[in-house]
Each structure stands twice: as C-alpha cells, then as structure tokens.
C-alpha cells in the first residue's frame, strides 16, 4: 500500500506562486506513476498533472501548462508542484495520488485509474 500526505498548501495573491509537496510511504512509490488533481466547490474532482514512474514523462491540462510544473524525487519519495502566476480560479483542494498501471514511461490522467489518494490541502489565491 501507499500512503499519501500532502502540504504547502496556504492563501496567496493571484500571480503569486506555492509548492505543494507529496510525501509517500510505503515501497510502491518508485513503481507508481504520480497525478495531481484539484476540486473546487460544486465541481468535480480534475486532473492537473502526471509524471511517469521515471520522471521522464510529465503532461498537464491545459488550463495549468506552462504555469505549473510536476516533479519527482523517488529516493525522497515525494512528488512536488510547483505552481506559479497563480490565478483565482486556482482555488481548490489539491490532492495528490499513486497508480501503479502501465510502465516506467506511462502516463494516467483518468482518475479511476488511481489506486491511492492523500487527504488534499487546500489552496486559495486571492483576486
């Protein structure tokens, strides 16, 4: 199994910028490609980004790309984003999760497709 806890979370101005950080336990990390996915009031759940068992794929929705950036760091067990010109319909709870599908350079955007979810913090950027 894989336990997911995220932070960095927090109220910022629009154009500003946060990290959020995803800290993983358990021995699959390395195995599981990484997703990010926000929700905000009324709205379902949303893929943001996803990078591949190996870091050597990523791939962003459109309304994020070029703003944000996925990483990982496997030896750390943690996956980060880094988001900058933070705009006011950035506002949600990001939360970040595991799938152990598909290969080292798979990439998962359907979130049914996740096994394992963190509990999600919550981001606010002011207008």
């Known amino acids: 199994q894989v336990q997911l806890v995220e932070s960095g979370g927090g109220l910022v101005q629009a154009g500003g910028s946060l990290r959020l950080s995803c800290a993983a336990s358990g021995r699959t990390f390395s195995s599981s490609a990484m997703g990010w996915f926000r929700q905000a009031p009324g709205n379902e759940r949303e893929f943001v980004a996803v990078i591949s068992r190996s870091g050597s794929r990523t791939y962003y929705a459109d309304s994020v790309k070029g703003r944000f950036t996925i990483s990982r760091d496997n030896a750390k067990n943690t996956v980060y984003l880094q988001m900058n010109s933070l705009k006011p319909e950035d506002t949600a709870v990001y939360y970040c999760?595991?799938?152990?599908?598909?290969?080292?350079?798979?990439?998962?955007?359907?979130?049914?497709?996740?096994?394992?979810w963190g509990q999600g913090t919550q981001v606010t950027v002011s207008s």
């Open positions: 999760a595991a799938s152990g599908l598909g290969g080292v350079h798979t990439i998962v955007v359907n979130t049914t497709m996740y096994e394992y």
